[in-house]
């Protein structure tokens, strides 16, 4: 039979393993810096040379870098999800926008089901404290905080679904997007009626998630969705007309 005597596992080992978790979660993100050693292997419980040998260790493996005078940081576990030519792609074609937000209806609306009924107290709190935070910054008119605030608060119902590969093939995706590859989610945050009902979609999102009604919270989800793809579809309309306009202005002073 092929069972072998079970040993004592290093502690190293045993942080390596707590580590690696931490990043397969997400709760440990690409580029964040780890605590100071000391202060980390007090938290660990273990020595400073133990430390230091699973540090080695994930070094090794990819998972985590040593920048000179500033620490160990999180490697960059995702690199990109797409080529740069494929990219491009993306973002010279409609099609592409319109695909990838038939995508985030899917997959948010699952994880906002998801996360509704199984998330942690925790995670509800964060995801609320997000939503709170909007608020104020629609409060104080400011398109940029608005957008950089709507993403974290998306990407936090994906955390709170507890399901790694969703979390950083979604993060994956909301880098194309911060990027603005797809669309300006800042345009969209300075149209005052716009804007107004983006916030209350989000207050839905939000108010079935804390109620624990997945239903709810994935037909919140689909909604607000549907809503952006069609301010977007209206968005492109005015655009196609006003250059419809242009090049008929332009021929018509060719002709005088």
């Known amino acids: 039979m092929p069972f072998q005597k079970v040993l004592p596992e290093k502690l190293s080992a045993a942080v390596v393993r707590q580590i690696e978790l931490l990043i397969l979660r997400g709760v440990?993100?690409?580029?964040?810096?780890?605590?100071?050693?000391r202060d980390l292997s007090d938290r660990l419980g273990v020595s400073r040379p133990s430390l230091r040998e699973a540090i080695e260790a994930l070094e090794a493996r990819g998972l985590?870098?040593?920048?000179?005078?500033a620490g160990i940081f999180v490697a960059e576990v995702l690199g990109a999800a797409f080529s740069d030519a494929l990219v491009r792609l993306f973002a010279s074609h409609d099609e592409a926008l319109f695909d990838y937000i038939a995508f985030r209806r899917d997959l948010e609306g699952l994880a906002a089901d998801r996360a509704a009924r199984t998330a942690s107290d925790t995670d509800l709190k964060v995801v609320d404290t997000l939503f709170a935070r909007m608020e104020a910054a629609h409060a104080k008119r400011n398109p940029a905080?608005?957008?950089r605030l709507d993403a974290e608060f998306h990407l936090s119902i994906i955390e709170a679904s507890h399901n790694v590969v969703m979390t950083h093939m979604m993060r994956a995706m909301f880098d194309l997007l911060r990027e603005g590859v797809f669309y300006n989610r800042q345009i969209m945050f300075r149209q005052r009626t716009?804007?107004?009902?983006?916030?209350?979609?989000?207050?839905?999102?939000n108010a079935a998630l804390q109620a624990r009604d997945g239903a709810a919270a994935r037909a919140a989800v689909e909604?607000?969705?549907?809503?952006?793809?069609?301010?977007?579809?209206?968005?492109?309309?005015?655009?196609?007309?006003?250059?419809?306009a242009r090049q008929r202005l332009e021929q018509a002073l060719g002709k005088g």
Do not use: C, M, W, Y
């Open 28 to 37: 440990l993100r690409p580029g964040e810096r780890l605590p100071a050693e």
């Open 64 to 69: 985590l870098v040593r920048k000179a005078g």
């Open 145 to 147: 905080d608005e957008a």
């Open 194 to 205: 716009t804007r107004t009902s983006l916030l209350d979609q989000h207050r839905a999102i």
């Open 223 to 244: 909604r607000h969705l549907d809503f952006v793809a069609e301010a977007l579809r209206a968005d492109q309309a005015v655009a196609r007309n006003e250059e419809v």
